[in-house]
């Protein structure tokens, strides 16, 4: 099955300063690539996700990058701001065939943006 | 639109008891999935469910868990006995069809002791 791996496990940075997470993926059918943010006592929410077929998407301060190729993606957070700070999750769908759309997540960083 | 619901929010039981929980999807939405988050790590697959139909259950432990989603919209997860290991989040997810985004509930926080 697919293994994702995500670095590092925790990020502190200035406000202002960028912000980069990275992950592998083991599968190279995997072709769905989200990020979810998951905030204290909250369930994960989905901030930006990326498809094969794309080497980038960007989303204001949030840009995704994917390199099929390396089998890697990561999350980059521009001018962070304190409420940036969370656990930031990767994850790669998971190949179970067709009509089963699974995830496979990483074990998340804990970002802290330092006022 | 409103989010995936989830009840209880916290539940603390011992070991050998025996506990439910519940979940009401986004409205429309197809799948749903139950994850078990345990301390420091990120969600692990339970059960899929595509309508009132189990698309996976490969990762249950089903000499312990159960899940049902009657009529195709909420569900229940169960476990009966519970261990200290099953102490961890169990998240609720769903999506409109099994390529679309998965939304998630705020979860259940649940301590065996």
């Known amino acids: 099955g697919e293994n994702v791996e995500q670095h590092p496990s925790t990020l502190s940075v200035q406000e202002g300063d960028s912000a980069v997470i990275k992950c592998t993926y083991s599968?190279?059918?995997?072709?769905?690539f989200p990020w979810y943010k998951q905030e204290l006592g909250k369930g994960p929410q989905l901030i930006i996700d990326?498809?094969?077929?794309?080497g980038e998407k960007k989303d204001q301060r949030i840009a995704v990058t994917l390199n099929k190729t390396a089998k890697h993606f990561s999350l980059h957070i521009t001018e962070t701001q304190p409420e940036d700070s969370a656990v930031y999750f990767c994850a790669a769908e998971g190949g179970k065939g067709a009509g089963s759309y699974q995830l496979t997540f990483g074990k998340g960083t804990k970002l802290s943006v330092i006022p | 639109e409103a989010g995936v619901a989830q009840s209880p929010r916290y539940k603390i039981i011992e070991k050998r008891q025996s506990v439910a929980f519940w979940c009401n999807p986004i409205s429309g939405h197809a799948t749903l999935y139950w994850y078990q988050q345990i301390l420091g790590q990120g969600p692990k697959l339970l059960i899929q469910f595509q309508n009132n139909g189990v698309v996976d259950d490969s990762q249950l432990p089903k000499d312990r868990f159960s899940a049902e989603r009657l009529k195709g919209v909420d569900s229940t997860l169960k476990i009966q006995p519970a261990k200290l290991e099953d102490s961890a989040v169990y998240l609720c997810?769903?999506?409109?069809?099994?390529?679309?985004?998965?939304?998630f509930g705020n979860g259940t926080r649940l301590t065996v002791t």
């Open positions: 599968d190279s059918a995997s072709n769905y």
């Open positions: 997810a769903s999506s409109r069809n099994d390529r679309s985004p998965l939304h």
């Open positions: 990326i498809r094969s077929n794309v």
